[in-house]
């Protein structure tokens, strides 16, 4: 095997290794278009394999190789339009046929090829050839074959200059092939005493756009590290904040957590529960063994009236905390913050007496964004908070009241000049059940609810103190400008009959509950009792003349909000003395109907001072719902 067989061989081997290559690389997403050049590979393969072969063979060697030249020259053209990004044009796709019909055309026998061989020699390489000699239309095809070249080559320059990615290296590849097919060509034609460089011109671009290959793989693969550190990092971002979140989430759901509620409720009511009932058995058995009441019948009574409203308080609470939980906006308006401070000093005023002196001074300009009565309620809380946690033995205890504007938000602080809390004490400040007063005198609630109803608002509650110095509760909330004037509707004109009782209409579906509230006021009301939803309509429907309706809010077939929705649209009269009364909302849709109603409501156990004033007010003419 002379020298230029072994060189054919060698390109074959090289030209069949990047053919598979790049159909292999052709199967990754984004790299589609080396499918074609796998094509390009192959071909140079296939051309350099027919140079090996024997001289015996040469003419049926060199046809073959005419005809693999076109092929390979079409599938550089297709090539080419998917480096550039787009499909064949019809422009290509006619030269691609025009080589493939050229190269052909070598098949015929005497077209290209007269059928003369002749054979050099290349002794400073130790090279000898024989040649196949070309007639005037084999010159002619190998020209067109030029041409292509040329014109390949010139677009992937341009495409080079363009800054196409990749091309660069492709012209490179393509200036050596056009070179030795040049060489080549004159050899053929001229029989000038050169070697043939075509073999070692097919692996030129083979071989660059293997290195190209290459390169292209070790970029993917950095992007890949760069893209794969990224991910890790928005990963871990994400995994950070998901923790956060996590965290603050297991902060809310403290209040509702069931273990820690049921036990804290059940510390708080058993004790008066308890003492309710032991003082119950105690006046039971003496009655029936003595036929009247003991001396100290009336301290059982009054004790018991007192755990009462232990339990009472706690229930209040634990229905804001619920109403709360249930909700994810409350709907807020314009409020004086002066009133608030006004109306919450009235209330706490029998809760801290002339020991302590509240101040407050609270400019009438300031408003901000809630609802007047829970921030009345919470003020209150906060006074009534300060002021206990004062020492007995100081007289000099001091509450103060202030509020400034700060950029867009309004702060109501509660200051006092007490002995102040620790850092432990703060941490715990808001728990559900954690209470700094002596046992018997708080609940553990009122903070955690304050503060829930604040962040409903659209508010926050925080608190700053030191041991010795006081503390510091700041109430923070959305500024508003003054509130718009509140438009009343002219009360229902209706007065009661003269010597005829009021008549109290009452809707509940416990028995136990229907019998004690007409105990309680048969002697100043004529009381009707109905179990339940359909016996109330049915009542109602038969008689219209009420003067109070009492309803249960939680009720079967559709309970106190169908009632009422049936009274609005046949007797709105009527409806506008209706009262609920309620153990608490336990449903969304019954929390959302109480919001959006007019009515008063009325919480269990029922407050029959309360009940008393709105069936006074309702005698008088107004309707259930005015203030």
């Given amino acids: 095997m002379h020298a230029s067989q072994t060189i054919g061989l060698v390109a074959t081997v090289v030209s069949l290794y990047v053919a598979l290559l790049s159909q292999r690389f052709s199967r990754a997403p984004g790299w589609r278009e080396q499918r074609f050049f796998a094509l390009i590979a192959l071909s140079g393969a296939a051309y350099t394999l027919a140079g090996a072969l024997p001289d015996s063979v040469v003419l049926y060697a060199t046809q073959m190789q005419m005809v693999i030249a076109g092929w390979h020259l079409a599938a550089w053209i297709r090539f080419s339009a998917a480096c550039l990004g787009h499909a064949p044009t019809g422009g ?181 529960a308890a003492a309710i009932a032991a003082n119950l058995r105690y006046l039971e058995e003496f009655v029936e063994s003595h036929g009247a009441l003991p001396d100290d019948g009336v301290r059982c009574l009054q004790e018991s009236r007192g755990s009462i409203e232990r339990i009472t308080r706690v229930a209040r609470q634990l229905l804001d905390a619920g109403r709360l939980a249930g909700s994810s906006a409350t709907e807020t308006h314009a409020v004086s913050l002066a009133e608030v401070a006004r109306e919450a000093a009235r209330l706490a005023s029998p809760h801290y007496g002339k020991r302590v002196a509240l101040i407050h001074s609270v400019p009438a300009e300031l408003f901000g964004r809630g609802q007047e009565p829970a921030l009345v309620q919470i003020v209150a809380n906060l006074v009534v908070n300060a002021a206990q946690a004062m020492p007995a033995e100081r007289t000099d205890g001091r509450v103060e009241l202030t509020a400034a504007r700060v950029g867009d938000r309004v702060e109501l602080v509660v200051s006092d000049n007490g002995s102040g809390m620790s850092e432990a004490t703060l941490g715990r400040l808001f728990e559900p059940f954690f209470s700094t007063k002596p046992f018997g005198e708080g609940t553990g609630l009122g903070l955690a609810v304050s503060r829930g109803l604040v962040m409903a608002l659209g508010g926050q509650l925080r608190f700053t103190s030191r041991l010795g110095e006081g503390s510091r509760a700041v109430l923070d909330l959305l500024a508003a400008e003054t509130p718009p004037r509140q438009e009343r509707t002219p009360p229902v004109e209706r007065t009661t009959p003269a010597g005829r009782a009021r008549r109290v209409l009452i809707i509940d579906d416990d028995p136990e509950l229907r019998s004690a509230l007409r105990r309680c006021l048969k002697d100043r009301y004529e009381v009707t009792l109905a179990d339940g939803t359909e016996a109330a309509l049915t009542a109602l429907e038969r008689d219209r003349e009420w003067d109070l309706i009492v309803c249960d809010l939680m009720m079967a077939d559709g309970g106190g909000t169908r009632v009422y929705d049936t009274l609005h649209a046949s007797a709105p009269d009527l409806a506008a003395r209706l009262v609920f009364l309620t153990g608490g909302a336990v449903t969304n849709e019954a929390r959302d109907f109480l919001a959006r109603q007019p009515q008063p409501v009325l919480y269990k156990p029922l407050d029959l001072a309360a009940l008393a004033h709105l069936a006074e007010r309702v005698s008088a003419g107004s309707s259930a719902s005015e203030p």
């Avoid at 080559?153 to 341009?158: K, T």
């Avoid at 990963?235 to 036990?263: C, F, M, N, P, Y």
């Avoid at 804290?264 to 008066?272: C, F, L, Q």
């Fill in 92 to 272: 290509e796709k006619w030269l691609m046929g025009a080589v493939i019909a050229t190269s052909l055309g070598a098949l015929i026998p005497g077209a290209y090829l007269t059928g003369v061989v002749t054979s050099h020699s290349i002794v400073l390489f130790e090279a000898r050839y024989a040649d196949a000699e070309p007639t005037t239309l084999g010159i002619a095809a190998m020209g067109i074959f030029c041409v292509t070249l040329g014109w390949l080559l010139a677009r992937f320059v341009i495409a080079w200059r363009r800054g196409v990615p990749r091309t660069g290296i492709h012209a490179l590849g393509l200036i050596g092939l056009s070179l030795a097919g040049l060489n080549d060509a004159v050899v053929t034609t001229f029989e000038a005493g050169m070697p043939y460089l075509l073999d070692l011109g097919f692996m030129l671009p083979i071989a660059t756009v293997g290195y190209a290959l290459t390169a292209r793989f070790v970029e993917d693969a950095r992007a890949l590290e760069r893209l794969s550190a990224e991910l890790e990092s928005a990963v871990g971002e994400r995994t950070r904040e998901l923790a956060r979140s996590q965290e603050a989430l297991h902060r809310a759901e403290k209040l509702g957590a069931i273990g820690q509620l049921a036990a804290g409720v059940a510390h708080e009511v058993n004790n008066p």
